[in-house]
């Protein structure tokens, strides 16, 4: 029962990472379509194809879980989907002020948010290890992505909140995500995501771009449409709604810290952006954080349920 346990929590790990590897990936393409299409119209459509994708997976193929469609799931769904909204448009409304790389650290700082918010929200204690693999990585964070200006701006603090809603996201899908079957919650707060971004969209940008067939049909705004809806929205946060009942928030954060690492090397391989070597140097300190924080503690023997509780 242990063996399959740890299975499942390496499974998981491994599912995470790579939506962490899909999310910096696709980093290029999401900044080369909103110079096209404004952010939050961008948004409400991937969300929107989203959502559509996942609902009617939901209802030809797990139409059982309907029945498990209630008041319970659907704030807790919308919830999720609020913090969630909050990390993308703080992030985009911090950008405005903000340089990319400091907005990129900051936001990298949910990372050190979840064991905190985690230990006085839900009395998770973060282990040793844990503790120490999120300092490093926090540290790897700021030489990737920190310049020589360090003074702050009301950008910063845009993204910060940024950060904190990232934060809250994890933490929440990881009390939900046992609580309601994965898929339908998922629809919830995609949707959730995807009618705020067109009501924000309506209220501040010029929202008739995402209708206009020049537009949305553009080369480059339709590729990144097409991945970012499928790969980095639907496949991604259902996959997260489904595995991370299997590990702890801190380990997800150290997981998706990994995400501008990946950033940087498909910029690196795909806009021919160089890296310094403090960047390369911060890229081995994030994995070496989240390697340190999934060591073994060593420890006396342990109960078969102090076992379970190590293992997540």
Same mark, same amino acid.
């Given at each position: ?8 929590? &390496?499974?998981?790990? %491994?599912? *995470?990472?790579?939506? %962490?590897?899909? @999310? ?19 948004? =409400? ?8 994708? &996942? ?12 029945? $498990?469609?209630?008041? #319970?799931?659907?704030?807790? =769904? ?14 985009? &409304?911090?950008? *405005? ?6 907005? =990129? ?7 050190? &948010?979840?064991? !905190? ?28 992505? /920190? ?20 934060? /809250?996201?994890?933490?929440?899908? =990881?009390?939900?995500?046992? #609580? ?13 995501? %995807? ?28 590729? +990144? ?6 790969? +980095? ?20 954060? !150290? ?14 391989? @795909?806009? $021919?952006?160089? *890296? ?13 954080? /989240? ?8 420890? #006396?023997?342990?109960? /078969?349920?102090?076992? $379970?509780?190590?293992?997540?």
């Amino acid at each position: 029962m242990i063996i399959e346990l740890k299975k499942s929590v &390496l499974f998981a790990d %491994a599912s *995470l990472l790579l939506i %962490a590897f899909i @999310w910096g990936a696709t980093f290029v393409l999401v900044q080369n379509a909103i110079a096209f299409l404004e952010p939050f119209s961008f948004n =409400g459509v991937r969300f929107s194809i989203a959502a559509i994708l &996942l609902g009617s997976w939901l209802l030809v193929f797990e139409r059982k879980q309907l029945k $498990h469609f209630n008041k #319970k799931l659907i704030i807790s =769904g919308i919830i999720i989907g609020i913090f969630l909204f909050i990390g993308y448009a703080f992030q985009t &409304l911090g950008l *405005l002020f903000t340089s990319s790389s400091k907005a =990129g650290f900051i936001t990298g700082l949910s990372v050190v &948010l979840v064991p !905190l918010f985690s230990f006085f929200l839900l009395k998770i204690k973060p282990g040793r290890n844990a503790i120490i693999g999120v300092s490093i990585a926090t540290c790897g964070l700021y030489l990737l992505t /920190m310049t020589d200006s360090v003074s702050l701006n009301i950008g910063d603090g845009y993204v910060f909140i940024c950060a904190i809603g990232f934060a /809250m996201h994890i933490i929440l899908t =990881g009390k939900y995500s046992s #609580k309601f079957p994965s898929l339908l919650l998922t629809v919830v707060q995609i949707l959730t995501v %995807a009618v705020l971004s067109i009501v924000f969209a309506y209220l501040t940008e010029d929202w008739k771009q995402a209708v206009r067939p020049e537009v949305i049909l553009q080369g480059k705004v339709l590729s +990144a449409l097409i991945i970012t809806s499928v790969f +980095a929205t639907a496949l991604a946060f259902f996959a997260q709604t489904s595995f991370q009942k299997y590990t702890t928030p801190t380990r997800v954060a !150290l997981i998706f810290a990994t995400e501008p690492v990946f950033a940087a090397g498909t910029a690196y391989i @795909w806009a $021919h952006e160089r *890296l310094s070597y403090s960047a390369i140097i911060g890229c081995i300190l994030i994995f070496a954080g /989240m390697i340190f924080a999934e060591l073994p503690r060593k420890k #006396k023997k342990l109960s /078969m349920k102090e076992e $379970h509780n190590e293992a997540v």
